[in-house]
């Protein structure tokens, strides 16, 4: 995880360079959405708690989950009303009547669900059918992590031209990432890490064709002055897809597990009386 320090730290460095110096304005903490804070910070911790710890505690069976979730919930719609009728919010929910950004917005929950099974199910997989250890699982990561410094700004560069259309780089990434899919679902208990790695390499072409698509749609006719309330909305989906996406797959494969391990009980009973 520490990989993304030098990153961040050339990022600093290039924003720093880049950016027009804004001078201080003390007089900005008077109109900042102090609101807006208070509600939607907790909302958003709240409701990414009970999506990542609900498995953990068997959802809205435990009363610390069902507290998340409710809590959360109601934080989150004072703060989205909050968000309509203040003059600088957060999230500026008027940009959702625009089809391309609510398309895009959409969209985005998709594919980053299925970034997260592509991600999490190969490691789950091998740690729990070959007891592979952390250790063992990262080069799979890596595969897909390190030509990503490549591919992302070659994608972002192949969309800067004017002839390309964002839709279709968009479309090719999500049939190469349904390609990955429908070929991973023939895994069988012989598959190992080196099984992964060409399913895997698909990502490398598929992740930045669609977010990049994604975010390009949604930026596309957005006036500068909008650019922050876009970012907010587009980051923050994004996470919390993010989180829902990973309890979600929890969530299945726990109850996967419920029931075939209830049709293994059974047939065994059932054998067990034959014999």
């Not at 989150?76 to 391309?100: D, T, Y």
């Not at 080196?194 to 930026?219: C, D, H, K, R």
């Not at 597990?257 to 049709?263: I, K, T, V």
Request: net charge neutral; glycine share 8%.
């Amino acid at each position: 995880f520490w990989q993304i320090v030098p990153l961040g730290l050339i990022s600093c460095v290039a924003i720093y360079r880049g950016l027009p110096a804004d001078p201080t304005r003390l007089e900005r903490l008077r109109s900042f959405n102090w609101t807006g804070f208070i509600l939607g910070y907790p909302a958003i911790a709240m409701l990414v708690i009970g999506l990542l710890q609900g498995d953990r505690l068997d959802w809205l069976n435990s009363t610390f989950i069902a507290t998340m979730f409710c809590g959360g919930t109601l934080l989150l719609v004072a703060f989205l009303i909050n968000e309509w009728f203040h003059p600088l919010p957060f999230f500026k929910l008027q940009l959702l009547a625009r089809r391309n950004f609510a398309h895009g917005l959409l969209t985005l929950v998709g594919a980053v669900t299925l970034l997260v099974g592509v991600a999490a199910i190969p490691s789950q997989y091998l740690a729990q059918i070959h007891g592979y250890r952390p250790l063992q699982t990262t080069p799979l990561f890596l595969l897909v992590a390190i030509p990503l410094l490549i591919s992302l700004p070659a994608t972002a560069a192949l969309l800067n031209l004017r002839q390309v259309d964002h839709r279709w780089v968009m479309a090719i990434g999500l049939c190469l990432m349904a390609i990955s899919c429908f070929l991973g679902s023939f895994v069988t208990t012989d598959w190992v890490r080196e099984n992964f790695y060409w399913l895997q390499s698909l990502q490398i072409l598929a992740q930045p064709m669609i977010i990049m698509g994604i975010l390009m749609g949604v930026t596309t006719g957005l006036p500068p002055t909008e650019g922050p309330f876009a970012s907010a909305m587009f980051n923050t989906i994004k996470t919390l897809s993010g989180a829902a996406a990973t309890g979600l797959i929890e969530g299945l494969g726990t109850a996967r597990e419920h029931f075939h391990s209830a049709m293994l009980v059974d047939h065994l009973g059932n054998n067990a009386l034959v014999t």
